[in-house]
T-cell receptor, first 116, second 111 residues
Framework: GAGVSQSPSNKVTEKGKDVELRCDPI?????LYWYRQSLGQGLEFLIY????????KSGLPSDRFSAERTGGSVSTLTIQRTQQEDSAVYLC??????????????FGPGTRLTVT | KNEVEQSPQNLTAQEGEFITINCSYSVGISALHWLQQHPGGGIVSLFM???GKKKHGRLIATINIQEKHSSLHITASHPRDSAVYICAVSPLSNTGNQFYFGTGTSLTVIP
């Protein structure tokens, strides 16, 4: 079956512009995670969605970052007024049950964001 | 302080060598995950385990719940095994339902 897909695969934007990154999770997966991975660094948690519950936004680095998940499926991560330090690979993962349910994560290929 | 620590951070091996990557964690867990990330590539789940040992091809993962420690072994290593290996845990008490990640072990296997 289809895995997690993300678009675009690469995005180059000018400092100060807004960007939207999209994630299509595996059908039926109730949990969806966004992570950021800067060059040579580990995974940094950004935000988590579980079903219809309020999202866990504790990892968002600033109020320029926001995300939504429509209809419990597709998710969009929006970065407003991008800064050069936002340059990173943004990874999405979905899970049938989430961490507390012992579920595995299935990662998308990521979106490489470059802010010039 | 990281809830998940991996060692070594970097590892270079000759083709054919037996490789061990270690992971220690400080919280109670429901499961531990080993992930693989190839350069420029996505992340793939290799194992999810909560006890004992699992084997898939040349890869073996073990976990000792009492000692809060897991190892990933690669037998007869090959250059295509070159990747970053990441240990992650699903904590037992986790109001945020987050996974905790180690910083990864970068493995290079030389022909």
């Amino acid at each position: 079956g289809a895995g997690v897909s993300q678009s675009p695969s690469n995005k180059v934007t000018e400092k100060g512009k807004d960007v939207e990154l999209r994630c299509d999770p595996i059908s039926g997966h109730t949990a969806l995670y966004w992570y950021r991975q800067s060059l040579g660094q580990g995974l940094e948690f950004l935000i988590y969605f579980q079903g219809n519950s309020a999202p866990d936004k504790s990892g968002l680095p600033s109020d320029r970052f926001s995300a939504e998940r429509t209809g419990g499926s597709v998710s969009t991560l929006t970065i407003q007024r991008t800064q050069q330090e936002d340059s990173a690979v943004y990874l999405c993962a979905s899970s049938p049950r989430g961490a507390s349910g012992g579920g595995e994560q299935y990662f998308g290929p990521g979106t490489r964001l470059t802010v010039t | 302080k990281n809830e998940v620590e991996q060692s070594p951070q970097n590892l270079t091996a000759q083709e054919g060598e037996f490789i061990t990557i270690n992971c220690s964690y400080s919280v109670g867990i429901s499961a531990l995950h080993w992930l693989q990330q190839h350069p420029g590539g996505g992340i793939v789940s290799l194992f999810m385990l909560s006890s004992g040992k699992k084997k898939h091809g040349r890869l073996i993962a073990t976990i000792n719940i009492q000692e809060k420690h897991s190892s990933l072994h690669i037998t007869a290593s090959h250059p295509r095994d070159s990747a970053v290996y990441i240990c992650a845990v699903s904590p037992l008490s986790n109001t945020g339902n987050q996974f905790y990640f180690g910083t990864g072990t970068s493995l290079t296997v030389i022909p």
